[in-house]
T-cell receptor, first 112, second 114 residues
Framework: GDSVTQMEGPVTLSEEAFLTINCTYT??????LFWYVQYPGEGLQLLLK?????DKGSNKGFEATYRKETTSFHLEKGSVQVSDSAVYFC???????????FGAGTTVTVRA | DAGITQSPRHKVTETGTPVTLRCHQT?????MYWYRQDPGHGLRLIHY???????DKGEVSDGYSVSRSKTEDFLLTLESATSSQTSVYFC?????????????FGSGTRLTVV
């Protein structure tokens, strides 16, 4: 079946540091890939997505590239802010199946 | 943005009692989902619906039932609550047909079973 594996957290960074969160997946078809973010006390929000190989999704300074050869979709941001403190979830939706499969989530804390 | 509200936001209930959580959307999106969120597990799908009276089970459906008698409402019922069902429950809608559409999530219901 489909699955998503994220790097374990928690991750603690200083402001303006570089952030990478690794995500790899297994899928039977050709999935679409997503990153969601959950701020404290809130629901999940779609951060970015990519729907085919070599696509780069980007939003709010975050980027992730769909790498089919390595089945990866790593999230990066060049200079984090305190306001980026949140839980980040990698997810996939496989062809013919609208359901999303989520990774376990990575908690990121950015210190001033 | 699609309007999606969950109620209640918080609930404490006793073991063995039935509990119903409500998800309401203000637009006529066809696909709706119930997930639970637990530390170390991410989000796990409980049940989903692809239209009125059309529902199906997710990966952790035991002990839960759902109903969708109107497009806008998707109800999750814990038939006899247990402590293992203490969790945060999220409802989500999908704003288009196809794998390229992400979800919009509600704010969640924090359920404690004592």
């Amino acid at each position: 079946g489909d699955s998503v594996t994220q790097m374990e957290g928690p991750v603690t960074l200083s402001e303006e540091a570089f952030l990478t969160i690794n995500c790899t997946y297994t899928a039977t078809g050709y999935p679409s890939l997503f990153w969601y973010v959950q701020y404290p006390g809130e629901g999940l929000q779609l951060l970015l997505k990519a729907t085919k190989a070599d696509d780069k999704g980007s939003n709010k300074g975050f980027e992730a590239t769909y790498r089919k050869e390595t089945t990866s979709f790593h999230l990066e941001k060049g200079s984090v802010q305190v306001s980026d403190s949140a839980v980040y979830f990698c997810a996939l939706s496989d062809q013919g199946d609208y359901k999303l499969s989520f990774g376990a989530g990575t908690t990121v804390t950015v210190r001033a | 943005d699609a309007g999606i509200t969950q109620s209640p936001r918080h609930k404490v209930t006793e073991t063995g009692t039935p509990v119903t959580l409500r998800c309401h959307q203000t637009e006529n999106h066809r696909y709706m989902y119930w997930y639970r969120q637990d530390p170390g597990h991410g989000l796990r799908l409980i049940h989903y619906s692809y239209g009125v009276k059309d529902t199906d089970k997710g990966e952790v459906s035991d002990g839960y039932s759902v109903s969708r008698s109107k497009t806008e409402d998707f109800l999750l019922t814990l038939e006899s609550a247990t402590s293992s069902q203490t969790s945060v429950y999220f409802c989500a809608i999908q704003q288009g047909a196809g794998v390229n559409y992400g979800y919009t999530f509600g704010s969640g219901t924090r359920l404690t079973v004592v």
